[in-house]
């Protein structure tokens, strides 16, 4: 095989080595979400870890000193919903398919995971499409180089080297649904709204039962067969999966938070085009809400009313929101501008912020590893040349876990931040209804 | 004369809808004016009768007694998209609102954008609250020769009082995008090229006919009569081989460029490159053939023929001297449209100069288009077309406050 140029990013990118001497980034302002903003300050980082971020930071004498003068530096990006990797899901069999994993899709060569790098993103929420009920089940990974087997932390040029794991080991991630008119299609699909919502009450009743019968069961032999999708089901209720809901419309809104009061899971709401007319709803039932932002209203019925003011107008009543991507809908790059699009339109800046970072990485379960910079926390930060919503700032450099993984002024990293020649061989990820869109009119 | 008549009736309807008169003056901290008169500071626009009247400093441009005085931070010319399906293919993606691709046929030169144009769709109003004033719409890429295109402004007003060129370009794409299934054609882009070819070739023999029908020494009443065998096809692509409507080829790989600039030798016409994802791999020939680039949108998905497209490719054309406009697009799914004010200012952070960004989504498509006596800067005599923002116009932030069209204030909205 001919080694393309993304490739031999990503060898070049592997050369990083794991961090054995502390390195203070030194003179920065820094952006820690958690606690105020510092004019300036250090982030000191060892082990993969944060050991100290502030403005008065004793730096140990054998550390490495970067100095930052006149950068920002903020935490990683955490994307609550992406689509790179050239990924799939459940298949055209049924509306409904617990079993199905995203992660066993997932091509960890994609150029997405570079232009992810190149956009400041350091965790994201990789998911199937939103073409059934329930897709499958989502993987949270960081966009780490892949190795060629020599860095012991990883398991070489495999999907295993990106996942987050939980404190068993066990690759973190939640469940896919969607509701509205993405999942309503010709036979297995259902043909309403009503015959949606039934579908999915039958699959948790029988979740319900199962777990009923697991609990029953006094010795191994006597509990139910197994069954994958029901196990993935019974994660959800136990509140171990979120659910990450597709949804639009406000009453298709409303319906997510009736099923959710009737079965209980954890979920979190995204897109939420019309969220802004059922705000205080939202913020009552506690349910957070990953938004999308973008160029123009429309594209689909569901999204003919959407506004960019979502993200004020639920700040405002209370509700917890974060930002996502949706890549390949908006691009990895342009993630900041996400937000900044949404201070445009009335968000906070801080609740901008946050958006980005800590709110996502609470609706991930890893606001205790991620999100902010926090001593004891993953070395994730980015630095960028100036403020995280101008037009004019650069991302120059993505640090994961104290190794950096993307550089500005690295010529291959580059390819990644602006395009150009050899930047492409992207792999386009299946998707509901956009799949059809882009097929018929635009060839790709 | 009779477009003057047009335009008096759509001010006419304007003034109904809209408190704004048509006497209005602008104020702003920064004035950009994209004319030999640059960037002015504490500058004053005047627009008398739709039509800018004066423009300068405002210590020397006195505002006539009775104007209303809109002021703003920075003012720009009204922007012009230089290649969109804005009102052609509507915001809601739904069948009823999706005519920018007639399938029935590879090659349709006679479809009219004028035809399809719907000034009500909400898309119109979305561009128009920031700033764009001007809209090269019609026909998207993806059949071989899709239609033609127009150029309308924003007003909302129907297609009769809104057009700026009932026809602009008529439209062909090369590539996958435009490429058929089984035995349908085209299936290859050597088939493209040979069907673009033959309808040329067919063009040159009806032009034959109809200068055999109506010698060049018959009389005037002669003249007059239509020719026996009108055909819409055939006057459509005419007029293209005539070069009084330029060939606008959607290309985006390198070789299709090379394509399209092959075409353009053999039968002399005027072509315009649109997309052109590639198009820096080729700046020597754009630039000997003398064809300017109407780019595609910078934040278009770089997928599929488009995978090597670059951010900086504006700025790399620029600084070879080739005219460059930025486009809106065309999209099939989310977002519905883009907005050229943001795919400008992408370029504005990838290379190209403030200026130069602003140019390629005024005085570029405006001279690309040939509609430069109207639009796309700020000089007396051109339309009253402004737009008004709060700060630097590219920066995210920032919010568009204010757009007039010939003098009517056509937004207030703070975007």
């Known amino acids: ?444 | 004369m009779k477009h003057v008549m047009l335009a008096s009736v759509a001010a006419l309807s304007l003034q109904l809808a809209l408190p704004a008169t048509a006497q209005v003056a602008i104020k702003a901290a920064t004035l950009h004016t994209m004319s030999p008169s640059g960037t002015i500071s504490d500058g004053v626009v005047v627009i008398t009768n739709g039509k800018i009247a004066a423009v300068g400093k405002s210590a020397e441009t006195p505002i006539p007694a009775g104007y209303t005085v809109i002021e703003g931070a920075v003012a720009t010319p009204g922007l012009i998209d230089s290649r969109g399906t804005v009102g052609v293919s509507g915001i809601l993606n739904q069948k009823q609102d999706q005519d920018q691709l007639e399938r029935s046929s590879p090659i349709q030169p006679e479809l009219r954008a004028i035809d399809a144009f719907n000034p009500a769709d909400r898309l119109v109003e979305w561009v128009r609250s920031f700033g764009v004033t001007t809209i090269h719409t019609g026909h998207a890429p993806g059949e071989l020769i899709s239609g033609q295109t127009c150029v309308v402004k924003t007003t909302g007003r129907p297609i009769e009082e809104c057009t700026v060129l009932a026809v602009a370009t008529v439209s062909a794409t090369l590539g996958p995008w435009s490429e058929k299934g089984g035995s349908a054609s085209p299936g290859t882009r050597a088939k493209q090229i040979s069907m673009l070819r033959e309808e040329l070739l067919k063009t040159q023999d009806y032009a034959k006919r109809r200068e055999r029908a109506t010698p060049a020494n018959a009389g005037d009443e002669e003249k007059d009569r239509p020719p026996a065998d009108r055909n819409l096809r055939s006057e459509a692509m005419l007029r293209v081989l005539n070069r009084e409507v330029p060939l606008l080829i959607t290309a985006n790989r390198a070789q299709d460029i090379g394509s399209a600039l092959r075409l353009a030798k053999e039968f002399n016409i005027h072509i315009i490159l649109d997309s052109g994802a590639e198009s820096y791999l080729l700046i020597d020939d754009l630039r000997a053939a003398g064809v300017p680039v109407i780019l595609h949108a910078s934040m278009a998905r770089a997928v599929g023929d488009m995978e090597n497209a670059s951010r900086e490719t504006a700025a790399t054309l620029t600084g070879a001297g080739i005219p460059v406009a930025i486009q809106s697009g065309y999209e099939s799914y989310v977002p519905k449209s883009r907005v050229v004010l943001f795919e400008a200012a992408q370029t504005a952070a990838h290379g190209m100069t403030f200026d130069q960004a602003l140019a390629a989504i005024t005085t570029a498509p405006a001279t690309i288009l040939g509609i430069a006596d109207r639009v796309g800067s700020i000089a007396v005599g051109k339309d009253g077309d402004v737009a008004i923002f709060d700060g630097d116009p590219f920066e995210y932030t920032t919010h568009c406050t204010g757009v007039v069209i010939e003098g009517r204030v056509v937004s207030d909205t703070v975007r």
């Open chain 1, 1 to 444: 095989m001919k080694p393309t140029a993304p490739f031999i990013a990503f060898l070049l990118a592997a050369a990083a080595v794991a961090q054995d001497r502390p390195i203070a980034v030194i003179n920065a302002r820094l952006i820690p979400i958690a606690g105020a903003e510092v004019p300036s300050g250090t982030l000191l980082v060892h082990k993969g870890k944060i050991i100290a971020a502030g403005a008065t930071v004793t730096i140990p004498p054998d550390a490495e000193r970067i100095d930052a003068a006149g950068k920002t530096i903020m935490p990683g990006l955490v994307d609550t919903h992406s689509h790179i990797g050239g990924i799939s899901g459940a298949d055209g069999s049924g509306p409904i398919q617990p079993s199905v994993r995203v992660y066993d899709s997932l091509n960890p060569f994609d150029p997405g995971f570079g232009r992810a790098r190149a956009g400041g993103l350091t965790a994201m929420n990789i998911m199937p499409g939103s073409g059934h009920l329930l897709s499958g089940q989502t993987v949270y990974v960081k966009p780490r180089p892949i190795s060629r087997g020599k860095d012991p932390n990883t398991a070489g040029p495999t999907i295993e080297a990106l996942f987050i794991r939980d404190a068993a080991g066990k690759p973190m991630g939640g469940i896919k649904m969607a509701n509205g008119t993405n999942s309503i299609r010709e036979a297995p699909f259902p043909g309403t709204r009503a015959k949606s919502a039934a579908l999915v009450r039958e699959n948790f009743i029988r979740a319900q039962e199962y777990k009923a019968k697991l609990a029953a069961a006094k010795k191994p032999e006597d509990a139910p067969p197994r069954d994958l999708g029901l196990e993935a089901l019974v994660e959800v209720l136990d509140g171990t999966r979120m659910v990450h809901h597709h949804t639009h419309r406000a009453d298709d809104i409303m319906t997510v938070l009736r099923l959710q009061k009737e079965f209980g899971f954890r979920v979190v709401l995204h897109h939420v085009s019309e969220a802004w007319k059922v705000a205080p709803e939202i913020a009552a039932a506690k349910v957070p809400c990953s938004v999308i932002v973008v160029d123009s209203p429309g594209g689909k019925l569901e999204a003919a009313e959407l506004s960019w003011t979502t993200c004020a107008v639920l700040e405002k009543a209370g509700a917890s929101v974060a930002i996502h991507t949706d890549d390949w809908i908006t691009d990895s790059r342009l993630f900041l501008r996400s937000a900044a699009t949404a201070v445009r339109a009335g968000f906070s800046r801080e609740g901008a912020l946050r958006s980005l970072t800590i709110e996502g990485a609470k609706m991930l379960d890893l606001a205790d590893r991620i999100g902010t910079l926090e001593a004891g926390k993953d070395a994730d930060f980015v630095i960028l040349s100036g403020d995280p919503f101008s037009l004019y700032t650069k991302v120059e450099q993505t640090w994961i876990e104290g190794v950096k993984v993307f550089d500005l002024a690295d010529p291959a990293d580059r390819l990644f931040a602006t395009g150009g020649f050899g930047a492409g061989n992207a792999v386009v990820p299946y998707m509901c209804c956009a799949e059809h869109a882009r097929g018929e009119e635009f060839g790709q």
